[in-house]
């Protein structure tokens, strides 16, 4: 009996180790399970950051190239038209100012007094007319007008008294240097306690809104552009902001060495541009309408098929394409051959930037420019 119980507890020992054992085995299963589905799922982690831009529907414009000088359509020299000394110097170089806008004043003393005495001679012209045409009046009872009045006013020296009265005001209105335009002063030269002449040049203000490029157009590409046609301009200060203008005339010499015309362009400041620069200027020859137009740089060639890159649900899908007439910065797609289809929509976003190594169907996580190229830590790609 008592080998029995022994036995049964025994029994009992060796059941309860083995449930344990089968927890800690199913534990251990469930384990292993949840750490292949965190493999699984780390390869969504390694997302490739992407740069994507927009299919659009809409016109190409095939342009031709040229370069250029930026000019201002204003460049006027601040000059004093009036002698005197400075006591107000209002703005410096490098600020925008108004139309109107005084910018310099001169001493107004000398100007008030000269005022005031033009001023006194006026009176005492007005007084020796009323000496003059006091007798005619008195005789005849009636005042001296017409022919009579205006002779008398000569010889009194009234209209000579008004006319220098006049010149006075002028003369202490032209005390004040005033802005001919809206415009950003490009330098000036005056200290308060200086002493200046009539004419002399205080400096210079510049329209820095209204500028134009003279750019030079070959002469096999003149018949090509048109007055009122799109001009996209470039300069090296800002490759990546480009600034739209309009061809405002083609010139029409043609230079007998370079055999270049001319084509005149109009374009608003954006803050970059500015008069002097060089820029890179792409005129409007010829508009396509109504294209499925993609990036340029979008199309990249696999075994010498071109083709871009879709994201689509979060992975790039390359798609061939059939590209057509392209103007260095866009590309119309062309429908397939066989389908008759264009494969793109209007919307779908194609890859600009590192796509050139993806291979189909690979994560990616569109990004903006900026952050895309950013490297080492978060430093700003130099490249």
């Not at 020859?285 to 979008?298: H, K």
């Amino acid at each position: 009996t008592v080998y029995s119980r022994r036995s049964t507890g025994h029994l009992i020992f060796a059941a309860i180790v083995l449930v344990g054992c089968g927890k800690g085995s199913a534990s251990s299963g469930a384990d292993s399970t949840e750490a292949g589905a965190d493999t699984v799922a780390a390869p969504s982690s390694l997302s490739l950051p992407v740069v994507g831009e927009e299919v659009r529907k809409g016109d190409l414009i095939l342009t031709v190239s040229t370069t250029g000088q930026i000019r201002s359509e204003a460049v006027v020299p601040l000059k004093v038209e009036a002698a005197g000394e400075v006591t107000e110097v209002l703005a410096r170089a490098g600020d925008r100012v108004k139309k109107g806008q005084a910018i310099v004043r001169l001493d107004p003393r000398p100007f008030d007094i000269a005022v005031a005495e033009a001023e006194a001679a006026l009176r005492q012209a007005q007084l020796q007319l009323l000496d003059n045409t006091l007798p005619d009046s008195l005789v005849s009872g009636k005042a001296v007008t017409g022919e009579r009045l205006r002779n008398a006013e000569v010889r009194s020296g009234v209209e000579t008294a008004r006319v220098r009265l006049e010149k006075a005001k002028y003369e202490r209105e032209r005390s004040a240097v005033t802005a001919p335009f809206d415009g950003t002063l490009d330098d000036l030269r005056i200290s308060p306690g200086e002493r200046v002449t009539a004419g002399q040049e205080l400096g210079k203000l510049v329209d820095l809104e209204n500028l134009r490029i003279d750019a030079a157009v070959l002469e096999h590409d003149l018949p090509l552009i048109r007055p009122g046609g799109e001009a996209l301009v470039t300069t090296a200060a800002a490759p990546d902001r480009p600034v739209r203008g309009r061809i405002a005339t083609v010139l029409p010499l043609v230079d007998s060495a370079t055999r270049a015309g001319r084509a005149l362009i109009r374009v608003q400041g954006n803050g970059v541009l500015r008069p002097g620069m060089y820029a890179d200027v792409r005129l409007e020859a010829t508009r396509l309408s109504d294209r499925i137009v993609v990036p340029a740089r979008a199309v990249i060639e696999r075994d010498n098929r071109p083709l871009v890159f879709v994201v689509r649900d979060g992975r790039a899908q390359w798609t061939y394409i059939q590209p057509g007439r392209t103007n260095g910065i866009e590309t119309e797609v062309l429908p397939d051959s066989t389908t008759g289809q264009i494969p793109l929509n209007p919307g779908d976003i194609v890859l600009v930037e590192g796509h050139l190594t993806l291979t189909h169907d690979a994560p990616v996580r569109v990004v903006p420019k900026a952050e895309a190229g950013r490297r080492d830590g978060g430093k700003p790609d130099k490249n």
